[in-house]
């Protein structure tokens, strides 16, 4: 019985891969009375197959031998990667939040120790990202050139983290660079990288991948100096954003991937419990509750007005969906990507159906490390075919790469799995480089309506702006910033604002000047 449900899954793999194919080069399409304009549920459908496949394959549990060079050459060329891909965003200009931080980061107000000891007005607890970003204002000012200078050059680094500490569980260099790769170019980085109010994700993941390395020495030693260190690490990231108690999930993937036959020590991995449950009892003092964002349908925390239902829906099709196919839809593919698209699904599938080494207790381990590793952020992720909101995968993305890495090298045939890795690799740099085009648009289009729009309100009372839009394409536009991006174009801007995101009438001050955004030429008039 086993072989006909082999063959039907396979037939739906097969069948979901060619579906997500088409729509890729030939755009929206129909299959009978079936739209398929993104096929965001046709990627979960597929994704969910994959990984049940991956997870249920056999495999003998033997080991490969471990690597004998330095690295240092890997390393670098990551280095150079990341750099290559990344550079152009460095001229890109500041979008909506945006324009808040940098002017609440050149004009601080209130002592740095503040935040430490009150929550934060939006439900967030994040006093080490706001002092670092104090901190980053002193030199950046409102030059958007150093904003992003800072995040680019943080992702690096924690692109070389996620090499070295990769490298160190699994003593391989190949296999280094390639997760690091993949966390480093994953389609959902410009969110997180690019976006200067995303960088909390970024500067968190710093602190928790210095953290990840010193606890891996530590599970290695049992010193208690390194335990210590990668504790504080730890509490640093969470301290930066929510997202970083995802760590005990990371520090067990990393183990899990190098341990090899060695036994378990499961008293050391229960210490990466001690920063994250310490913090956690003192937000729910500071907050009276769990904090976050407020839910305005309940008035309640968002994270208790969890629905099973919706919360599974996002955990397993569309976070795996998203996690697979980082792309963009909403702008159609160009050929390279299409044609990335298809070499991706094509290695997947070979990857499926490929000789493995990997036994099937780690790979477990490996995907359940992935899903844990998001579960802080469970949810905000209902992530749509625009990838808006995806900033919450940064961490994530760490543990998704190694899995996807060691399942990559555990192919038995080094032709095989070279070819695969290099496919998947193209693809991550095809998805990269369509996010980051439409970033930039976006961007260029944020500062030029703030251009255009500061004459037009200067020396006004007030003014109200109709009809902007919170995000275009999956680039958060103006939900927020519109009035701190007119100031910094102007010497007398509005004092008073009213700003809406729908169309239609609405009541402002009579001496206000309005702007009206026409969505067919995308100006404000």
Known sequence: MRKPWRALAFALLAASAAIVAIRAFAGPFHIGPIAINTPLNIEG??????????????????????????????????????????????????????????TQATHPAGSIWRPFVEPGGDGSYRPIGYAILRASGGWANTEAFRWHFISIAIHAINSLLVYAATRYALKRSAVAALCALLFALHGTRPEAVVWTAGRFDVIAGFFALVGLLLFLRYYETGKTLFGAASGLAVAAAILCKESAYAFPALAVAFVAAGRGQKPWHPKRLLTTLIAPGLLMIYRFILFHGPGGYVDPATGKAQILSIRFLPSLRALFPRFWAAMIFPVDWAMQPSFYLASAIAILLVCLIALCVARSSLDRRTAWILAGCVIAAVLPAVHLLSIGPDLLGSRILYLPAAAFALFLAIAINAVRNTTAARAIGAGVVIFYIATLTHSLGIWGRVADLADRTCAAAAPQLSGAPSAAILGIPVAIDGVPFFANGIAECVGLHSTSPPAAWTVTHVEGPSP??????????????????
């Open 45 to 102: 459908v597929f994704a969910l197959l994959w990984a049940a496949a991956m997870l249920l394959r056999p495999g003998d549990g033997t080991t490969q031998p471990a690597g004998t060079r330095v690295g240092l050459w890997w390393g670098a060329f990551v280095l150079a990667v990341v750099i290559a891909m990344f550079a152009r965003a460095l001229w890109f200009p500041l979008v909506s939040d945006d324009y808040i931080l940098v």
């Open 508 to 525: 402002q001050p009579q001496e206000s000047r309005v702007l009206v955004w026409d969505q067919r030429t995308n100006v404000l008039k």
